[in-house]
């Protein structure tokens, strides 16, 4: 068995010790500091880690949807990043070579993020960019990623950075307050939070471009280990 992760930096562990910032454009081999590989330490499992720095839940849901094997019986940890970030393609961008001899980026996946300050990212943040789509974009994802692991009798975990993606106030409709009723008992919380809020909540140390770090990680790691026991349990 496998452990599968998925995600953006918070995943690929952007800033821990053993993964400082990019040696080149690929980035350097992902940490072995997150909580998810802390995990398959514990348990004596293979960690691959799919993660990519900036991603976007388009990406992940994507990339989550490429690596499932029907035939394996893995466990997928998947956790869903910032909702305002857009992902898109583009033949440039392709990239078949990184560090650790693992593809990199073989669909030409980009981002645009909010801190972005090219002419392309003004324009959408300015013109395009809604909070409205971005729940919704996130929220279907979410859902096609839960049909696609439970039909098949997938060993899973979620978990999320962004609070917004549950906002049920503002920019909403019936059908996307339908949509999270669907899926929200089935994202893991910590402690009733995020995973960016609760180590914000626990004062735990971040780096300066907002990355957690090692307390954070290994805290994550036991507070979700009572939930992989019950995991592995049922397999």
């Known amino acids: 068995m496998k452990l599968k992760s998925f995600g953006c930096s918070f995943i690929y562990g952007s800033d821990l010790k053993d ?50 094997n029907l035939l394996e019986d893995d466990l997928h940890v998947i956790n869903w990043t910032w909702i305002d970030r857009f992902s898109f ?44 789509r971005d729940k919704l974009e996130t929220l279907l994802c979410i859902k096609t990623a839960l049909d696609i692991l439970m039909s098949n009798d997938k060993k899973f975990l979620m978990t999320y950075t962004d609070d917004l993606m549950f906002e049920k106030q503002w920019h909403t409709s019936p059908g996307m307050l339908h949509l999270m009723a669907g899926v929200e008992p089935l994202v893991l919380h910590f402690d009733n939070s995020s995973f960016w809020h609760w180590v914000r909540k626990n004062e735990f140390a971040i780096s300066e471009k907002w990355h ?20 592995l349990r049922r397999a």
């Not at 033949?91 to 981002?111: D, F, L, R, V, Y």
């Not at 990680?217 to 995991?231: G, L, Q, S």
Request: proline fraction near 11%.
């Open 89 to 132: 393609t583009r033949e440039q961008a392709k990239s078949h070579s990184s560090p650790w001899g693992k593809p990199w980026n073989t669909n030409g996946w980009c981002n645009i993020l909010p801190g972005d300050s090219d002419p392309v990212s003004k324009i959408y943040y300015k013109n395009i960019h809604s909070q409205f």
């Open 19 to 68: 993964c400082p910032p990019g040696i080149n454009h690929n980035h350097p081999p992902p940490s072995k500091l997150t909580w998810p590989s802390l995990i398959a330490d514990l348990y004596g499992l293979e960690h691959e880690c799919w993660a990519r720095p900036a991603a976007g839940n388009l990406q992940i849901l994507e990339t989550l949807l490429s690596q499932v």
């Open 212 to 231: 957690p770090l090692e307390q954070a990680h290994n805290a994550a790691a036991h507070h979700m280990r009572p939930i992989i026991d019950a995991i």
